[in-house]
């Protein structure tokens, strides 16, 4: 690989060589508008020498004519008649790079037509190539105009649905190469939207809000002739309000055949007002409230009043609600009739359109429940080109209360509590009781309990329902309880028929709030099935204790954001305390690793602003980290220097400490902020590190090694540039434990080992690092790891240290030599029977020897007596 880009690079050199200097400017002629700003750009390439290069500016009017405009290198350059414009800067030239520029001139004149040459002086070391070029530059009179018709109105109001037309004037000099083009916009406020364009080239095209109405039709440019040009919109829309704009372009065509504006002009036509339909939609209902006796047919006329009746056709739906309010959570739907006439309803519920603005609802056998207040929905459909239809205006009638006579069940509900909170966790009891029961013959009672959280006045109540019980006594939890019920943490239970009891056993902060019951009252209708006929509620009962949690909120910000290493990082936390007395914070920063394997703690600082290093030991970078409080509640964290190795995810962890009665201080709350993250460019090698060994399995005694290898992959640059940290540990089911190291200058350190055989490290290769255990013992058994830290040489010569990258680990197994184990201890057993043998012989021997020794003496004598008192 390093062969081929040596050889591309040498082909490339050759190319480059042979090509020689090349100068460029744009393919001419340019054709400019008189007054207008003009930009020439210029540009060299394939140049030896300085990076840097130079430029002059030439023009030439006609023959002899040569005058010098201005330089990059030359302030004297510039001849007298320019002097004057280009001291005054209104002929300038500007860089753009080390190799480019451009020729800039405001508000260009006639007098400035001719033929610049852009020649930059040479630095290379032989002549080749071109060293200027030049360009045409046509300056033109400016004959551009756009007008709108005196006659016509500047303002006008149309009313929705209708037509309306604008027209405008736009004319040019015949100049050749120069093309006229015609936009029509409309602008509602700063915004401005296009409508209709005519191109240079002649084609129309519709802009993207109004492309779908252009080709139904119902937008059109008409060209009238002497210029006049016609912008027609038929069935306007609310959304075509606004101020009508004219905008004429000069356009010419360059050398590949692409389109440039070089003069643009604009003129506002008038303002179109749209009136719509749905302020004078009107839709009513009878003229009263409605009583009637059950099993009777109630007969309602739902009636629409608007302009453009006649266009517009009507859908109409009614529905019943137990409120005034059309709540669509109470709404019950009765029957629907599109604006075709076409009828989705039933056999008791119908509707039909008397007229062309009325349609009448006709309800049969209404019972107690189908009292309530009635509504009729009317939408009014306008027609759009394409037979398609939009929604034009939408209404709901007020409500016609209807009323059913019935006797009805009538009853009083008390909420009490028995049992009350005086700390979170406390149980909580409520008990909803049924009193004052008169016409409840057949009726069933079930209720249901609700929540209502403290709001201010100002803000809407919203109640939350903790359970229900349906009219078969079911019961049906809240969407927000429902877990809480099913663990049996909130019970509901029915003492009797008239006695409803709610119990919370572990009541919660979030619980404060009030809480009321509602027992409905069910009857059973004709089909057997129960229909609720009343809902009574109690009053809201207060549940409520003192007690407050501190609580921490911790937003990290970066204030200076890291492209490359040696960039410098700065965050700042913002800690905002709540429920807090006079709290102090102490801030420590973590890095969590991209890998999210690892999270190291950085800097701290105490709540008495003490700094901390905390697993920030590297010795050469231990000032380069800096933890500042600039308020009270503000802390910035500062790295300079920055290592490919700081990437990851940095946040700040904070501790508010609050004051005791002794004067010390407690933890309160923490707060962890968001995270923060460093990343680099990923542009220099990738590294993959391995484990090999001929062997993973001996006996003690023996000597193992493992080789870790270090692959580099995309690598450019010479092996030089890189240099590596090597760190070697063993693994065991309690811990982990270093063994040896080598830095990236080659240094061997030895890591405090427990009970490990000897090891040693070496390099045997650029990339290779053997790892020798030696006289291993049964303690080496574990899983062998290798970690490598590259470090990577810049182009200015210092060193970047890259992230830890980590084998996969090996397990090495010392196995258990059985004569070995058991060499000692026979040794050992048979030393210490020899040496008790011994010792029992020696004393036996002197026992022998020495106390039995005048005893024998003594018979001996006896025995002479006997014999001599025998013989005498």
């Known amino acids: 690989m390093k062969r081929f880009f040596d050889s591309f690079f040498v082909l490339s050199t050759i190319f480059a060589v042979c090509l020689g200097r090349i100068v460029k400017v744009p393919a001419g002629p340019l054709i400019r508008v008189e007054g207008r700003d003009v930009v020439i750009p210029c540009n060299v390439s394939h140049f030896d020498g300085p990076p840097e290069q130079d430029f002059d500016w030439e023009l030439t009017q006609g023959p002899g004519s040569k005058v010098q405009v201005v330089s990059t290198l030359d302030f004297s350059f510039t001849d007298k008649f320019y002097k004057d414009r280009v001291n005054s800067g209104e002929i300038a030239v500007e860089r753009t790079s080390a190799s480019s520029v451009v020729l800039r001139i405001k508000h260009v004149r006639l007098t400035d037509s001719g033929k610049y040459k852009c020649l930059t002086p040479s630095t290379d070391a032989s002549i080749s190539g071109n060293y200027d070029a030049e360009v045409e530059l046509r300056v033109i009179s400016d004959s551009l105009k756009v007008t709108a018709p005196k006659s016509r109105s500047k303002t006008g109001s149309i009313t929705e649905g209708s037509l309306f037309d604008l027209r405008c004037t736009a004319s040019q000099d015949s100049v050749e190469g120069t093309h006229l083009s015609l936009t029509w916009e409309v602008r509602r406020g700063a915004a401005s939207e296009k409508i209709l364009s005519l191109n240079p080239d002649g ?514 640059a010479d092996t030089d540039d890189i240099s590596y940290d090597v760190k070697w540990s063993v693994s065991t089911e309690n811990e982990s434990v270093s063994l040896v190291s080598m830095d990236r200058w080659g240094v061997v350190a030895l890591a405090p080992h427990n009970g490990s055989s000897d090891c040693s490290l070496e390099r045997i290769k650029p990339n290779t690092y053997r790892l020798s255990i030696h006289n291993t013992r049964d303690v080496d058994h574990g899983n062998y790891q290798c970690s490598v830290t590259p470090w990577l040489k810049t182009s200015d010569g210092s060193w970047q240290k890259s992230l830890e990258i980590q084998s996969e680990p090996v397990l090495l197994k010392v196995d258990f030599a059985m004569l070995e184990s058991l060499k000692y201890p026979l040794l050992f057993g048979a030393a210490a029977g020899l040496g008790v043998g011994l010792l029992a012989m020696l004393i036996g021997y002197i026992g022998a020897r020495f106390c039995c020794k005048n005893t024998l003496q003594g018979d001996m004598k006896g025995n002479r007596r006997l014999v001599s008192m025998e013989m005498d």
């Open 203 to 716: 084609g129309v095209m519709a802009g993207s809000g109004y492309r779908q109405r252009y080709q139904a039709g119902g937008v059109r440019l008409e060209l009238q002739g002497s210029g006049v040009y016609r912008l027609v919109v038929s069935h306007a829309l609310p959304t075509d309000e606004g101020t009508y704009v004219c905008v004429a372009g000069q356009w010419v065509k360059d050398k590949s055949g692409a389109w440039e504006s070089i003069l643009e002009k604009s003129t506002d036509v008038g303002e179109v007002k749209v009136t719509p339909i749905a302020p004078s939609f009107m839709v009513s209902v009878g003229e009263g409230n409605v009583t009637l006796n059950a099993d009777s047919t109630l007969e309602l006329t739902c009636t629409v009043a608007t302009a453009n009746s006649d266009v517009i056709r009507m859908e109409v739906t009614w529905y019943v609600s137990p409120t005034p309010s059309a709540d669509q959570g109470n709404l019950r739907f009765l029957v629907h009739m599109d604006r075709d006439s076409v009828v989705n309803g039933s056999d008791a519920v119908t509707v039909s359109r008397v007229s062309a603005d009325a349609t009448r609802l006709v309800y049969r056998d209404v019972e107690k429940t189908d009292a309530g207040y009635y509504f009729c929905k009317v939408v009014g459909w306008m027609p759009q080109p394409g037979e398609t239809w939009y929604k034009a205006a939408e209404k709901t009638s007020t409500p016609v209360c209807v009323t059913v006579t019935l006797l009805e069940p009538t009853f009083s509900v008390l909420l009490s509590a028995p049992t009350t909170p005086h700390f979170s966790d406390d149980p909580t009891e409520l008990e909803c009781k049924v009193t004052d029961v008169k016409n409840a013959n057949g009726t069933r009672m079930t209720v249901s309990w609700h929540y209502r959280k403290p709001s201010p006045a100002d803000l809407p109540v919203n109640d939350d329902l903790i359970a229900t019980m349906d009219q078969n006594w079911d019961l049906q939890a809240g969407e927000k309880y429902k877990e809480r019920v099913r663990k049996g943490h909130i019970v509901l239970t029915k003492l009797d028929p008239a006695v409803f009891k709610l119990q919370i056993l572990h009541t919660r902060d979030t619980d404060r709030g009030e809480y009321f019951c509602t027992v409905s009252a069910w009857t059973q209708a004709k089909d057997h099935s129960w229909v609720k006929t009343k809902d009574v509620s109690s009053r809201n009962l207060p549940v409520s204790w003192e007690q407050e949690d501190p609580s921490l909120i911790v937003v990290a910000t970066p204030l200076k954001a890291v492209f490359a290493g040696g960039d410098i990082f700065e965050m700042a936390c913002k800690v905002t305390g709540k429920k807090l007395k006079n709290p102090k914070y102490s801030v420590l920063i973590n890095v969590e690793e991209p890998s999210g394997r690892k999270i190291r703690n950085i800097l701290s600082m105490s709540q008495d602003s003490v700094t901390h290093l905390e697993e920030w030991n590297e010795k050469d970078r231990l000032d380069s980290v800096v933890l500042e409080k600039s308020s009270e509640d503000t802390f910035r964290f500062r790295m300079y220097g920055t290592q490919i190795s700081d990437a990851g995810y940095y946040y700040c962890e904070v501790t508010a400490w609050t004051p005791d009665a002794g004067n010390t201080w407690r933890e309160a709350t923490k707060g962890i902020s968001n995270k923060v993250k460093i990343d680099f460019e990923n542009t220099g090698p990738a590294f993959n590190v391995s484990l090999r060994s001929d062997r993973l399995r001996v006996y003690p005694g023996e000597t193992v090694k493992i080789e870790c290898v270090i692959t580099v992959h995309m690598a450019s």
